[in-house]
Structures are given as C-alpha cells and as structure tokens.
C-alpha cells in the first residue's frame, strides 16, 4: 500500500516536473550549478539609436569580477538602455560588450556553451501574476530541469530566507506589496545562482523605509554571494551606499566614473549639479 | 495618397510575414509538448469547459433558428421532411465551425492577446528572456495546442446541441411539424463522415488562427493600458477577418 502511494508520488512528481528526473542520474542538480562565479565586463564604444534619437553615445565602461557597480542619472539618459544591451534585450548599433573576455553579441550561436549566468531584476519586478511566488522563485529551475523536485523545493526556500520572505511560497503575487514584490523578484534572480546580476531602477516607486531595506538586502548577498551586481538607479544615496564604484552617464554618455567618495568629492558640474539636485529636491544653480 | 496605400500594403504584407513566421517557429517548439503538459491542459480547459456553456447556448439558437426560417419556408411547397439534411449539413460544414470559432476569437482570442500583451508591456517577456525562456514555447506553443484540440472538440458540442435545437422546434412548431425520427434519418442520410471532417477541419484551422492572431497581437503590444486594450480589439477584429477569408477558401476548396 505504501509502496503503491510512493509510486504514485514519484509519478505525480515526474509529470510536474516534465519527466525530467531520468537526466540527473542520481545527482540533484546538474553539474556546474552550484558553481558561481562574478564576471568581468568590458564595453567598447557601444552606440544606439531609436528613430533618429542617439540614446547611447560611445559608451565605454569596464566592471571588475564581484564588484557592485551603479549606474547613475536622471530618468531618460539611456541606463536601462544601457543594462538591456547586457543582457542581450538589446542589439546595440556599433560597438562590442565583453563579459569574462567573450563578445556577447559575436558569440550568439555559441549559447549553450557560455559558462556564465545572468539574470535581472527588472523595475516592474516583472513578476508573472499567474504564478505564486514560489513558482515564480522556481520557474528557471523547473523550466531549465536544472533540479530534481525536492531540491528546487529547497532552493526556493532558501532564495526566499535570504530576501526576507520565509515560508511565503503559497502566496499569489497579487498580494504582494511593492517591496515584497522586489525582494521575490530578486530571489527569482538568485535561484540562476547568477555569476551576474543586473538591477534596473529597484528602488523606484518604494517608499525610503522599503528602500533603505532593499539596500539591506542587496548588501547582504554582496557579503554572502560571489557574484558582480550592476545597478542601475537615480537615488543617488542608495547607488552610493551600496556601490564600489559608479558611474554617471548623462544624455548617453558616462561622465564621470570613480568610487563613492570620488563621486561625491567630483568637481563635474554635471555630477555637482545632479548632486544637489537629489540631496536638496529642487532644481539646482551653478 | 497612394504613398499611403502603399504603406498599408507593406505593412499588411509584414504583418502577414510575422505571423506565419510566429506560426512555424511555434510548430517547432511541438516538440516540448510533453513537459509542458500542464500548460497546455490549463489552456485546453479554458478554451473547451470555459465556453461550453455559451457555445451551447449560441448554437441551441443558432439551430433553433435555422430550423424555424427554413422549415416555415419548406412548408410552403410541403417539403420540410429535408428539414434535418439541411439543418445537419448547415450546422456541421458551416454554422458550428464558423459561430463557434467566432465565439472562441471573441472569448479567447480577447484574452489571449491581452494577457501576452500585459505581459510584453509589463517586461515579464523579457523576464522570460533574461530567465533564458523562450516566450514562443512557454506562451504561444501550449496555447496553439490548446486551440487545435479544443475548438473542434468544442465544435463538435456545438454542432450536436445545434441539431438538437433544430429537431426540437421542427417537432415542437405546428407550422413545420416533422417528427423529430423524420428529422434525425433525414439528417443521417445526408450527413457523411467526409462533410464531417470537412467541418472538423475548418475547425482546426479556425482554432489556429485564433491563438496565432492572439498570441501575435500580444506580442506586438506597446504603449500601457492603452495599448493592451487596443490589442484586445485588433486580436478579434483580425481573427473574425481571417476566419471569414479562410473559410470561403476553405469551403471552395472542399466543393
């Protein structure tokens, strides 16, 4: 009888899971999962335009592997833009983006044997409304057959704890606040166990309180996981808190780079200018 | 204005491309069928048991009717015996693919495009990208599927509650008055398996357009709330469109 129902279990949990237990072979989870490492990225003179309107004027940047990089400037400058190309959302004009030396966009064909993940945090969070947020947490995982059932049960989990959101898996993202729905955006992200993790705008809309534990957050998995953050954001103090080093692009091109200190101390009016602009509110003089 | 006659005729002929270009690349992604079971069963069941009961209602009607405007005409030259072949072949080759793969655009098609259009403006298909999901096979492939089963099955119902309507207002009213035995060996005698499938067919190819048109409009949408809301009528406009050039086609075909 007992027997019965455990076949039963196993068979109910091979059709949930796409019939995929056979491939692991006894192991878990595939091989190079639990292998995470932060990547390098350069970008070389990369350019775009939409309709005639040059968003991105021969950028060139160059992030370190596990180094939390932000990426400041008023709405409408072209970050997101900017992060999109990262992550191939994008094509860019002209120009090349490197990450761990490869070319992104020359390499395409190659997919499946690129040895690094990425994922993104994006600004709507992006949930998917249908799903609750422990499917939400596991879709890569189940989508990808990274995982047998059990274990993918475990890393949701786990994601969850490490955002703040412990034993909330059942909950629909409906019920979710804004906050809550970032941090499980961000735990969706985790579970690729990302060797890159992009974030775009995550503050936006969040009250300071929300903010300022996001930013906890994000600083917690800096300490705890070897991974290379990019973020992309106009709250200025969030960006300076968090960051090792930051940049500021305005109407398409970086301006200013250097570490939070040198941001703050840069005589660039237009950084000076965007300074004050964010730490007083209102519109400033030079 | 022929400069703008001819922008509609490209961009026409773009939409065209896209769409069939959307179709085969969703044809190839069949082959994930089997561990996207429990989508696709979820989309079957909204599109069969979600518009059963208007489908019925639709074509209870619609035969209802059909029998009553044909069988007062027949009575006049005291043929309405023919009553049951000509509501039977109306209702399998015509009426039950056509009404009910209308009703299905309207229902699902609506539906479908809204939800993959909030779901493109809303960036949880680059989501999907980012997650190194294909949104074709994780969106479009279960739902084509989905049609391709459920709307000749709900044809099927349809046609079958149809007839039905049509045997009971031949039965029921005194101007027509032909036995519902005489209406059903009418019917028998004239339908074939082969009109039969004719009718299925169309439907198949009717529940196709539905989801690609769906599937595609959503794809394509931009521009908010707004937008989702202009890709809910475009989805239905479009797919009544398509399913009435197609069937005249179709039916041409099959002669």
Redesign the interface.
């Given at each position: 009888m007992s027997s019965d129902r455990n076949n039963k279990n196993s068979i109910l949990a091979k059709?949930?899971h796409?019939?995929?237990a056979s491939v692991f072979d006894g192991c878990e989870c595939r091989s190079n999962y639990e292998e995470s490492h932060g990547v390098s990225i350069r970008i070389e003179k990369l350019n775009k335009s939409f309709d005639g309107n040059h968003v991105l004027k021969d950028i060139d940047l160059e992030i370190s592997p596990g180094e939390t990089f932000s990426i400041i400037g008023p709405s409408g400058t072209g970050k997101s833009v900017l992060l999109?190309h990262v992550?191939?959302?994008e094509k860019p004009d002209s120009g090349r983006i490197y990450i761990d030396g490869h070319d992104i966009y020359a390499e395409m064909k190659d997919e499946a044997e690129r040895d690094y993940r990425?994922?993104?945090v994006?600004?709507?969070s992006?949930?998917?409304n249908s799903l609750s947020v422990g499917e939400n947490v596991g879709?890569?995982l189940r989508?990808?057959?990274i995982c047998i059932e059990p274990r993918i049960r475990r890393i949701i989990r786990d994601k969850l704890r490490l955002v703040g959101l412990e034993g909330k898996e059942e909950l629909m993202t409906s019920e979710l606040s804004g906050g809550m729905r970032k941090r499980v955006a961000i735990a969706?992200s985790l579970a690729?166990n990302p060797d890159l993790i992009l974030y775009d705008e995550p503050t936006a809309e969040l009250d300071p309180v929300t903010s300022d534990e996001l930013a906890r957050v994000i600083m917690g998995l800096k300490e705890r996981v070897n991974l290379t953050t990019v973020i992309v954001s106009h709250d200025l103090n969030f960006a300076l808190y968090l960051s090792d080093r930051v940049a500021m692009i305005s109407d398409g091109q970086i301006v200013e780079i250097g570490t939070p200190e040198e941001i703050k101390a840069s005589q660039n009016p237009i950084v000076r200018k965007f300074i004050y602009t964010t730490t007083k509110g209102i519109k400033g003089e030079q | 204005m022929l400069e703008r006659f001819g922008r509609k005729i490209l961009d026409a002929a773009q939409t065209a491309g896209e769409m069939l270009a959307l179709f085969f690349e969703t044809v190839y992604f069949f082959k994930a069928a089997?561990?996207?079971?429990?989508a696709i069963f979820r989309q079957m069941s909204e599109i069969g048991i979600g518009t059963l009961p208007i489908a019925s209602l639709m074509a209870l009607f619609i035969g209802m009717v059909l029998a009553l405007q044909t069988g007062a005409e027949l009575a006049h030259y005291g043929t309405q015996e023919a009553l049951g072949a000509i509501v039977g072949l109306s209702m399998v080759k015509e009426l039950g693919p056509v009404m009910t793969s209308l009703l299905v655009a309207g229902r699902i098609g609506s539906a479908m495009a809204a939800e993959v259009g909030a779901?493109e403006v809303?960036?949880?298909i680059?989501?999907l990208?980012?997650?190194?999901?294909n949104p074709v096979r994780?969106l479009a492939m279960p739902r084509l599927l989905a049609c391709l089963f459920a709307v000749p099955a709900l044809v099927v119902f349809a046609t079958i509650i149809g007839i039905a309507g049509g045997g009971l207002v031949s039965g029921v009213n005194p101007r027509i008055n032909v036995p519902f035995s005489v209406y059903y060996d009418n019917m028998i005698r004239a339908l074939t398996y082969t009109e039969i499938l004719k009718g299925l067919l169309k439907a198949t190819i009717f529940g196709a357009i539905v989801a690609q048109v769906g599937c595609y409009v959503g794809f394509k949408t931009t521009g908010g709330a707004r937008g989702i809301g202009q890709s809910t009528t475009r989805a239905v406009v479009l797919s009544f469109l398509l399913i009435f050039v197609a069937n005249y086609f179709l039916t041409r075909l099959m002669l």
């Open positions: 059709l949930t796409g019939f995929s999109k992550v191939k959302l990425y994922s993104m994006f600004q709507s992006a949930l998917f879709l890569w989508e990808k057959r969706r690729m | 089997p561990r996207n079971l429990p779901m809303y960036e949880e680059d989501a990208k980012t997650l190194e999901i994780y």
